[in-house]
C-alpha cells in the first residue's frame, strides 16, 4: 500500500471548483451562458443528464411507433435505466475492440425499422467520430442521441460541439462532470421541429418540485464547500475506502443507481450559480486542456498502456484520462496499489451494462465482449490540476513499476 504523506485528496475528475461568488448576484440565463460551448443559445434545462435522456426519448417515442433504441454495451447505467423507464426496449450494442465507441458491424446488425434511436457516448470528454453511426442510424429512420454527458466543451473535428453533430445531444452537469449544478442536464437539436417537441415534452416531464429543488440547493452548496482536496477527503475518499473494503466496488465508482429518476425543472438559483461559474470554464478548460497534452505523452509511453485519445482534429475536454492495460491481471494490480492513495486514480463504469447484477431486470440477452473486455482492462487517472507534477510523478513511478512487474 503506498504510504500517504498528507491528508489531500485528489478527485478522480477534473471537475470546476465553486467560488463564494457564484452564489449571488446577477447572471445571463445558463442557456446564454453555455452558448459559446454548445453553438446555440436554446438548450433546455433539465435536472439531470438522465432526466435530458428521458425527455428526449419520450418527446421522439410521441412522434413514433418505433420502439427500440440502441446503446453502446459500455456506457453509464443510468443511460440502460432512463430506457426502461420510459417503457422502451433496450438493445445493446458491443463496442469497438479496446475501445467504448460503437462498433459500426454490430450496429448495423442491429439497427432496423423498429430502431427509435441510437444513443453513442463520448466518454471522458473525448468526442468519437459519429460519421458511420449517423449514417447507419438515418439510413433505417433513426435518430441519433449524442450522449455528451462527459463532453460538454469538447468539439468534432469538424468544429461541431460535440453533442451537436447528432439529431439531439445530451449533456450532464452533475458533481464531477465539469460545470456542475450538483445534478442537472441539458439538451440541444439544430431541428426547429425536434426543438419544439422536446419542450412540450419538458413542461410535461419536468415540473417544479420544490422538496427536490431545495435538497438539490443544499447538496450544491456543500459541493462548493467539500470540493476541493480536505474536503473530497471526506465526501469522497472516505465512502470510496469503505466501499472497497466491503468488497463493493460498484459502491465505490457510485454505479449503484436507483431504477427511480427524479424528474423535476431544475431551479433558477442552481442555474444562476452555474452560469457564474461557467465564465471560468474556458480558462480551465485550457489549463487542463494544455496539462492532458503534456501528460497524455508521459502516460502513452509507459509499456503496455495506451492512452484513449480523440480523433485527429477534434478537441477532447480530458477531465480525466481513460487508460487501457494489456491485460485485466495488470489493471487489477495497479487498482490494488493506487484506488485508496488519494492520487485520482481510478474506474469507469465497473461492468459492461450486462454484467451488472442490478440491472439484469431490464436488459435484453446479449454478448458484448468488446465491451466485457473494455471493462476489465481499463481505469482511470483524474486530469485535476489539483494532481501536481509531484504527485503526477509518483503515479508515474507507480504504473511503471506494476506494468514491468
Ligand atoms: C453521468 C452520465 C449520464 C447521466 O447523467 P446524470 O446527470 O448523472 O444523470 C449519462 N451518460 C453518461 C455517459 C454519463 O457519464
Redesign the pocket.
Known amino acids: 500500500m503506498p504510504h500517504r504523506t498528507d491528508r489531500r485528496e485528489i478527485p478522480p475528475t477534473a471537475g470546476l471548483p465553486l467560488q463564494f461568488g457564484d452564489l449571488y448576484g446577477r447572471a445571463d440565463p445558463l442557456p446564454h451562458a453555455l452558448a459559446p460551448f454548445l453553438g446555440t443559445a436554446d438548450a433546455l434545462t433539465t435536472c439531470?443528464?438522465?432526466?435530458?435522456?428521458v425527455v428526449a426519448l419520450r418527446a421522439l417515442a410521441s412522434i413514433s411507433e418505433r420502439r427500440e433504441v440502441i446503446v453502446p454495451a459500455y456506457?453509464?447505467p443510468?443511460?440502460a435505466i432512463a430506457v426502461a423507464h420510459c417503457h422502451l426496449q433496450l438493445v445493446l450494442c458491443d463496442t469497438l475492440p479496446g475501445h467504448f465507441a460503437l462498433d459500426p458491424e454490430s450496429l448495423q446488425r442491429l439497427a432496423g425499422p423498429e430502431t427509435l434511436a441510437v444513443v453513442p457516448?463520448h466518454?471522458g470528454g473525448c468526442p468519437v467520430d459519429l460519421g458511420e453511426v449517423c449514417a447507419i442510424a438515418h439510413a433505417v429512420g433513426a435518430r441519433v442521441i449524442e450522449?455528451a454527458?462527459?463532453a460538454l466543451g469538447a468539439r468534432h473535428a469538424d468544429g461541431t460541439p460535440a453533442g451537436m453533430a447528432g439529431d439531439i445531444g445530451?449533456y450532464?452537469?452533475?458533481a464531477g462532470?465539469g460545470l456542475s449544478t450538483y445534478?442537472?442536464?441539458l439538451l440541444v437539436t439544430r431541428d426547429a421541429n425536434l426543438r419544439d417537441v422536446l419542450h412540450a415534452n419538458a413542461r410535461d416531464t419536468l415540473p417544479q418540485r420544490f422538496g427536490w429543488e431545495f435538497r438539490r440547493s443544499i447538496e450544491l452548496l456543500g459541493y462548493g464547500l467539500l470540493y476541493r482536496p480536505r474536503g473530497l477527503r471526506l465526501a469522497y475518499g472516505a465512502p470510496l475506502r469503505r466501499a472497497l473494503r466491503r468488497g463493493d466496488p460498484v459502491d465505490a465508482v457510485g454505479d449503484r443507481f436507483p431504477m427511480e429518476i427524479p424528474l423535476h425543472r431544475l431551479g433558477r438559483w442552481r442555474q444562476r450559480v452555474a452560469a457564474r461559474a461557467a465564465k471560468r470554464l474556458p480558462a480551465f478548460l485550457h489549463r487542463t486542456r494544455t496539462q492532458a497534452m503534456q501528460r497524455r505523452a508521459r502516460l502513452g509511453a509507459l509499456p503496455g498502456l495506451r492512452v484513449l485519445d480523440t480523433p485527429p482534429g477534434a478537441q477532447g475536454t480530458w477531465p480525466f484520462f481513460l487508460l487501457l492495460c494489456d491485460d485485466a491481471a495488470t489493471r487489477d494490480t495497479i487498482m490494488a496499489a493506487l484506488w485508496t492513495s488519494g492520487l485520482g486514480v481510478s474506474r469507469l463504469f465497473i461492468h459492461a451494462l450486462p454484467d451488472y447484477a442490478d440491472l439484469t431486470t431490464i436488459l435484453p440477452a446479449a454478448t458484448t465482449p468488446h465491451a466485457r473486455d473494455f471493462a476489465a482492462r481499463s481505469f482511470t487517472l483524474t486530469n485535476s490540476p489539483w494532481l501536481d507534477d509531484a504527485r503526477f510523478e509518483r503515479v508515474v513511478r507507480q504504473l511503471r513499476a506494476k506494468l514491468s512487474g
Not at 439531470?48 to 435522456?53: I, V
Open positions: 439531470s443528464g438522465t432526466a435530458a435522456l456506457t453509464c443510468l443511460v457516448a466518454l450522449d454527458a462527459q445530451l450532464s452537469l452533475a462532470k445534478e442537472g442536464g
